[in-house]
């Protein structure tokens, strides 16, 4: 099997035999990111007469939780990987009825690789070897420290059918030239891919001039493309093709050599024209919702490419992440290092942004010099205040039965008190989310980080309310753990295991009405005293009411926008190219705000660094400095700002830590494709429900910054 044959042991089926668990593939090639979800496929063998599964495996807090739900013709199912160890049992059902099980002792086999969650994961479409091998260095290369994993599947066929089973994946690489089934393939898989790429995925779409039918309007491809296809082009000369790459070797198309063909796309109208060979695009670049289609009109797999000197520097211009790069957005400083942040604990952004969620106003935390203090007063009275009251006061030492369980039930009360005063009696919520919508395509998602303060012991069902709290439906929800990336303490990478047993819970896999899988999180077990983070992802329903006339001048944004919510948006501002336009007032409902008098303009640079003159004489005098970036910083609104424009921000140079974990919340690749994003906040967005129940009094906070992608014309 192509994805690879996990699990080479063999388990007991309940009836009593025994089933090979080489007939199981996991993820891409067998590569797992811990904590994202990834594809599980099992043989019709080992899942025969099965209409369901359940596997039971261990979260990133290392609790078992049990993931189940339907098998696809594929006998596909997706589950999230917490921990590199520990025991995998799975069931395979028909009709609520188990029908066999086996048990896998220890996940971590020699056969099975499991990659950091803040891995760049690329899947190339491909059955080329030597273009596996040209991308893995061009990939880790462009990525400058970043972990890169790069894997290849030779068919179609073996791809997942279902949006969910994406999402481990950075960039898919589809080069049809090389793979006999894409005219056969799903169109459940196409569609998945579109969904995807509107989440914020990035695809590359090779192009081969002998398949014309598979990116002809109909064709199986055509959906993929930032444009239309009709006709094949002929390319006489290469002398534009080598200006792009930047080459002054060996000719691609020599006097003497036959034109090359290609396919020759119009372009529509959001799109980016990179590279041309006279007036037929060679590559092109389109937004679609909040990700990236790039197209390369010619087959990058071409003998007489491959051939060329200068194929690898080709290569590293279609994968290009940064080609659009701003002239003035802030650039990593060479200074800067993960070395300074170990102290923190943690080397993503997630792992600070979760810092102050973890942190309740209604919870306080007892000095250790005070509880030292009663320790000390408790040994005192017992040992020597019981001993000398009896002695000397009462002169009856045989009342210390009297006495002593006195002192013990005194300074039990005392704690008891103690803690009833420090800490809240119900159930506490910290949320932050960022809502997005595409206001051309109609594109919208939102992803809520919570955290759960238990005051006691508890098992409890968690999902959103229908609604968000300004009217706008809530559809699909995966509702699931949050696992913290690196392996530092806690850290899902961390292969210490702590020994403890814990209470498991249920992650049920259903199909949602309007298509994709719902997720929901049953029976959690909430510890005494202890918090509980969560990620929530869902789709949101766009807002009807926006009008946009913006346009570009001068490389400045101008014109017109109305905010379409009818709530009020607090703090806006909209970030444009190199520019960032500091809005003056809220935006009020059904109001339209002319950006030439309503904003302030920044540049990039000085409003994600914090640009500020650095003051003094001499040299110094007039000039400005970034303000670095402080690894204990807790505003949530500040951490939000460079993880949804990482990049753009100088990214890990800057910062110091990665976000690879939520690489697809960055748009900065939507700057890059001239899309202008309002940033904003709203007083509240979805909520939570626990047991079926809303808890708006539970919550300690919440905050919703919403994004708004707006249709920029370009005069």
Do not use: C
């Given at each position: 099997m192509v994805w690879l044959a996990v699990f080479s042991i063999f388990g007991a089926l309940s009836a009593g035999a025994s089933a090979n668990l080489d007939d199981v593939s996991l993820g891409f090639s067998g590569c797992v990111k811990l904590g994202h979800w990834v594809?599980?496929?099992?043989?019709?063998?080992?899942?025969?007469d099965s209409d369901s599964y359940a596997i039971t495996i261990l979260d990133g807090d290392q609790s078992p939780v049990t993931y189940s739900g339907p098998l696809n013709d594929q006998g596909t199912g997706y589950v999230r990987f917490g921990k590199k160890f520990g025991d995998v049992r799975f069931e395979f059902l028909n009709d609520g009825e188990v029908k066999s099980t086996c048990r896998l002792k220890?996940?971590?086999t020699t056969n099975l690789s499991f990659e950091n969650s803040t891995a760049l994961l690329t899947v190339v479409l491909s059955q080329r070897d030597e273009m596996l091998s040209k991308l893995k260095s061009v990939i880790a290369a462009e990525a400058a420290g970043d972990e890169t994993l790069t894997v290849k599947v030779s068919a179609a066929s073996l791809l997942p059918h279902?949006?969910?089973?994406?999402?481990?994946?950075?960039?898919?690489i589809i080069s049809p030239a090389s793979v006999a089934d894409l005219n056969d393939a799903d169109p459940r898989l196409i569609e998945a891919l579109v969904d995807w790429v509107k989440s914020g995925g990035d695809l590359i779409l090779l192009g081969d001039p002998q398949q014309i039918e598979l990116f002809q309007p109909g064709g199986n491809l055509a959906s993929l493309i930032p444009g239309q296809i009709h006709q094949i082009s002929q390319m006489k000369t290469s002398r534009d093709l080598e200006r792009f790459v930047g080459t002054s070797r060996k000719q691609l198309i020599g006097r003497d050599d036959a034109p090359m063909p290609m396919l020759l796309i119009a372009p529509d109208g959001n799109s980016t024209i990179v590279a041309a060979a006279g007036k037929a695009p060679i590559l092109?670049?389109?937004p679609k919702g909040f990700g990236r289609l790039s197209f390369c009109a010619i087959n990058l797999e071409d003998d007489r490419l491959v051939q060329w000197p200068s194929h690898l520097g080709l290569i590293e211009k279609v994968i290009a992440a940064n080609d659009q790069l701003t002239?003035?957005?802030?650039?990593?400083?060479?200074?800067?290092?993960?070395?300074?942040?170990?102290?923190?604990?943690?080397?993503?952004?997630?792992?600070?942004?979760?810092?102050?969620?973890?942190?309740?106003?209604?919870v306080r935390f007892l000095p250790f010099t005070l509880i030292a203090v009663l320790i000390t007063l408790y040994i005192l009275c017992v040992v020597v205040g019981d001993y000398f009251f009896l002695k000397n006061v009462l002169r009856k030492m045989e009342l210390t039965w009297i006495t002593f369980p006195l002192l013990v039930l005194l300074f039990c009360g005392l704690a008891w008190g103690i803690s009833k005063t420090t800490r809240p009696s119900q159930l506490q919520v910290n949320q932050m989310e960022i809502l997005d919508f595409g206001l051309s395509d109609g594109a919208s998602q939102g992803t809520a980080w919570v955290n759960l303060y238990a005051p006691r012991g508890e098992k409890v069902d968690i999902d959103l309310a229908s609604k968000t709290s300004f009217g706008l439906d809530i559809g699909q929800q995966i509702v699931s753990w949050q696992g913290l990336p690196g392996d530092g303490l806690g850290g899902m990478a961390n292969e210490v295991s702590t020994g403890f047993k814990r209470l498991g819970y249920r992650q049920t896999l259903s199909h949602a009405p309007?298509?994709?899988?719902?997720?929901?999180?049953?029976?959690?077990?909430?510890?005494?005293?202890?918090?509980?983070?969560?990620?929530?992802?869902?789709?949101?329903?766009?807002?009807?009411?926006?009008?946009?006339?913006?346009?570009?001048?001068?490389?400045?944004?101008?014109?017109?926008?109305?905010n379409p919510l009818n709530v009020p948006v607090y703090n806006g501002k909209i970030f444009f190219g190199d520019y960032v336009y500091l809005l003056k007032k809220p935006l009020l409902p059904d109001v339209?705000?002319?950006?030439?008098?309503?904003?302030?303009?920044?540049?990039?640079?000085?409003?994600?660094?914090?640009?500020?003159?650095?003051?003094?004489?001499?040299?110094?005098?007039?000039?400005?400095?970034?303000r670095p970036w402080d690894p204990h910083e807790k505003s949530l609104t500040r951490i939000a700002d460079v993880m949804m424009f990482y990049q753009a921000a100088g990214g890990q140079g800057y910062t110091g830590l990665s976000n690879g974990y939520h690489r697809a919340i960055d748009f900065s690749r939507l700057l890059r494709l001239g899309q202008a994003v309002l940033v904003g906040q709203t007083e509240t967005g979805s909520q939570i429900?626990?047991?079926?129940?809303?808890?708006?009094?539970?919550?300690?906070?919440?905050?919703?910054m919403v994004r708004m992608v707006l249709p920029v014309t370009n005069n």
């Open positions: 594809p599980i496929r099992f043989s019709p063998k080992l899942a025969i220890d996940v971590n279902d949006a969910i089973g994406w999402r481990s994946v950075n960039r898919l092109v670049r389109s002239n003035q957005s802030a650039r990593a400083d060479p200074k800067r290092s993960t070395a300074g942040l170990a102290h923190s604990g943690y080397t993503d952004l997630l792992g600070q942004l979760r810092v102050p969620l973890d942190d309740f106003s209604t309007g298509g994709g899988m719902n997720v929901s999180l049953e029976q959690l077990p909430l510890q005494v005293a202890s918090t509980k983070p969560l990620l929530i992802e869902y789709e949101i329903s766009s807002p009807k009411n926006f009008s946009s006339q913006l346009s570009i001048k001068r490389d400045r944004l101008q014109g017109t926008f109305k339209v705000t002319l950006i030439e008098s309503a904003a302030q303009e920044k540049t990039l640079r000085s409003y994600l660094n914090r640009r500020a003159a650095k003051g003094g004489q001499g040299n110094d005098a007039g000039r400005s400095q970034n429900r626990v047991n079926g129940q809303e808890v708006s009094d539970h919550y300690d906070s919440n905050i919703t």
